[in-house]
Nanobody
Framework: QVQLVESGGGLVQAGGSLRLSCAAS????????MGWFRRAPGKEREFVAA????????DYADSVKGRFTISRDNAKNTVYLQMYSLKPEDTAVYYC????????????????WGQGTQATVSS
């Protein structure tokens, strides 16, 4: 079955960085656009970033643009989210998701989801 497994979360001070990874299995990775979403305590899940199948197209939420970078390694079936200049408001559970026919910000159009990894930014 399809599995998306996130890793790389942790506790970091404001201004620091983290690199999240999402390893995919059970699917043909190059057929899928990939996205990162997050859910902060008491808030709804929100879009963070997306990347196309081949990696040539990316999209970012305004709140992370210029600080986060999404990338993928199709040889390793893995998508990454490099996060710099972290702020306390970036504290959330981060989820990766795969979409067969869609690249964008609508979480409802993603087909598969990981379990999430916690990133906590202290002030």
């Amino acid at each position: 079955q399809v599995q998306l497994v996130e890793s790389g979360g942790g506790l970091v001070q404001a201004g620091g960085s983290l690199r999240l990874s999402c390893a995919a299995s059970g699917l043909t990775f190059t057929n899928y656009h990939m996205g990162w979403f997050r859910r902060a305590p008491g808030k709804e899940r929100e879009f963070v970033a997306a990347i196309s199948r081949g990696g040539s197209t990316t999209d970012y939420a305004d709140s992370v643009k210029g600080r986060f970078t999404i990338s993928r390694d199709n040889a390793k079936n893995t998508v990454y989210l490099q996060m710099y200049s972290l702020k306390p408001e970036d504290t959330a559970v981060y989820y990766c998701a795969a979409a067969l026919l869609y690249i964008g910000r609508d979480s409802g159009r993603y087909n598969h989801w990981g379990q999430g990894t916690q990133a906590t930014v202290s002030s």
